[in-house]
């Protein structure tokens, strides 16, 4: 069974102050994992897709990368409107176009 | 920007009564999804649907549930006999024709708003 565990569950940073968010998987066969914004009693959306370890995309402040076991997305000098749960999802092998397996999010808080 | 639209936002029933949440996707999108997200747990697939057929439903989709695209632009879900757990968002979602992403065949899913279901 494919499985998506992130941590830590919650993070408060001051403005400014780096941090990582992890995701661990497991996956048979993994075709892409994704990073979701998503904020109070909205839809989940889209920051970025990666296929192969090793491969890493940046989006002003936010960097992912990707290993065999798990990504990390950081968030260099963040700001108060970066606060959100962020969600880590995986595309597994063997199943069909679209079906994503949803880790449970990291909140992030990011106070002024 | 293209934009999935869900509606209703809110929907609140009786327990045993049937709804019917709609979502408009993308227009040059040709995959359809309903995920749901019971609240405070992780966001969860339900159905895909593609070629006017499900490709791959998970177990919570049972008979209780269906999902049809009655014309060119709408996709609904069904629930019948509404029961008291089915409370929850209800997110569709689309992606755009299969592209090769370094042969993964992953895409990039565009989510609506969501419509918050409560059964009473």
């Known amino acids: 069974e494919d499985q998506v565990t992130q941590s830590p569950e919650a993070l408060r940073l001051q403005e400014g102050e780096s941090s990582s968010l992890n995701c661990s998987y497991t996956v048979s066969g993994l075709r892409g994992l994704f990073w979701y914004r998503q904020d109070p009693g909205k839809g989940p959306e889209f920051l970025f897709t990666l296929y192969s370890a090793g491969e890493e995309k940046e989006k002003e402040r936010l960097k992912a990368t990707l290993t065999k076991k798990e990504s990390f997305l950081h968030i260099t000098a963040p700001k108060p409107e970066d606060s959100a749960t962020y969600l880590c999802a995986v595309a597994a092998g063997g199943t069909s176009y679209g079906k994503l397996t949803f880790g449970q999010g990291t909140i992030l808080t990011v106070h002024p | 920007e293209p934009e999935v639209t869900q509606t209703p936002s809110h929907q609140v029933t009786q327990m045993g009564q049937e709804v019917i949440l709609r979502c408009v996707p993308i227009s040059n999108h040709l995959y359809f999804y309903w995920y749901r997200q019971i609240l405070g747990q992780k966001v969860e697939f339900l159905v895909s649907?593609?070629?006017?057929?499900?490709?791959?439903k998970s177990e919570i989709f049972d008979d209780q549930f269906s999902v049809e695209r009655p014309d060119g632009s709408n996709f609904t879900l069904k629930i019948r006999s509404t029961k008291l757990e089915d409370s929850a968002m209800y997110f569709c979602a689309s992606s755009p024709p299969r592209q090769r992403q370094s042969g993964s065949g992953a895409n990039v899913l565009t989510f609506g708003a969501g419509s918050r279901l409560t059964v009473l």
């Open positions: 649907f593609y070629n006017n057929e499900i490709s791959e």
